[in-house]
């Protein structure tokens, strides 16, 4: 098998556009009657593609959507031979932003690159997190924010809510207490409008916890494989719960602790519970303990965005960052390679 990942514009006929419904659906089932796995993301302008399967069929998926795009010549960002997947579904993601400045897509660029250079297969999802929610926070000597540094120097916290209502009181005292505003993206799965949720993210430099990338995680976006990249090295999990928690909160708990990039993460988990109910604080500790993860919690209310921070703030600022997983499954790697379509096998 081999795995091919490749990194160029989104333009069809010289205008900036994202795939059309047709063009997921015809890749999608493309890669499910040849067996192809992998990840497909177009955001601000640019898309990056991971694919991985055999060398026919793979060449078959490269050459229908490097067509799409005008035949324009990718990036190749990695083109090696592999011993198994990394990456069990096909999944694509598309984002609706503006499309980004040269400066912004060449460090953006630049970040992936180190990223699959240093880690190889490992950092595939970090790459495309980094794509899709690049570091909005400037970096020394720079006018406007990077890509963000080496995988595994910020921490990563994730809000999880049944309502994206209740994320603005987070994001918002963010922005007002570090003048770091969240970045509220659209997402669909599909490429139909009709199926677009969004995505909000923040990158925060706090002086207690250190620099810390929090999402927040709906439960359209957990039902999502783009969930993987954002969960994948996740340090926190913090619950949002309403009084009315029985039932579809603790559902989505359950749920969200069950998540594969979660068990793999190891985080901690904090509840944030409506003050005079035992009896949902029980059944949340109960659903931490049989899933083996340490919880703390904190009675507050989801509409004050204040304390929630600060006991986010508590527990990350004891954390340390982790460097990311290697890999120890790749066979070959050639940085350089020529496009596959033109390669020998």
Request: net charge neutral; aromatic share 8%; with cysteine.
């Amino acid at each position: 098998m081999r795995a091919v990942c490749y990194f160029g514009p989104a333009r069809r006929n010289g205008n900036l556009a994202v795939p059309p419904e047709s063009l997921l659906a015809t890749c999608a089932d493309y890669a499910r009657r040849n067996g192809l796995t992998g990840l497909l993301a177009v955001a601000e302008g640019y898309f990056l593609h991971f694919i991985e399967g055999d060398d026919a069929a793979l060449r078959g998926l490269l050459a229908r959507t490097t067509a799409f795009w005008n035949h324009e010549q990718p990036t190749v960002l990695f083109n090696q031979r592999i011993t198994e997947r990394s990456h069990g579904q096909w999944s694509v993601a598309l984002v609706q932003s503006s499309p980004s400045t040269a400066l912004q897509t060449s460090e953006r660029l630049a970040t992936i690159r180190r990223f699959l250079a240093a880690h190889r297969l490992a950092a595939v999802t970090d790459a495309f997190r980094y794509f899709l929610t690049p570091n909005r926070l400037p970096r020394p000597g720079t006018a406007s924010g990077g890509a963000g540094g080496e995988a595994g120097a910020v921490k990563q916290a994730a809000v999880f809510s049944n309502s994206v209502l209740w994320f603005h009181p987070i994001f918002s005292h963010l922005a007002e207490r570090f003048g770091t505003p969240a970045c509220s993206l659209k997402i669909s799965d599909t490429g139909r409008d009709a199926d677009t949720y969004p995505l909000d993210y923040a990158d925060v430099a706090d002086p207690d916890a250190g620099a810390v990338r929090l999402v927040g995680i709906s439960e359209n976006l957990l039902g999502s494989t783009l969930a993987s990249p954002l969960l994948r090295n996740v340090d926190l999990v913090v619950f949002l719960m309403r009084r009315s928690g029985h039932g579809s909160d603790t559902d989505f708990v359950a749920r969200a602790l069950a998540h594969e990039m979660v068990r793999q993460a190891r985080p901690e988990v904090l509840f944030i519970t409506p003050p005079g109910v035992p009896e949902l604080s029980g059944s949340l500790h109960a659903l931490a303990q049989a899933s083996g993860f340490s919880a703390f919690e904190t009675a507050g209310s989801v509409l004050l965005g204040g304390p929630i921070w600060d006991a986010m703030q508590a527990r990350l600022a004891a954390i340390q960052p982790r460097p990311p997983a290697r890999s120890g499954i790749v066979l070959d790697i050639d940085l350089s390679q020529p496009w596959p379509g033109a390669a020998a096998g």
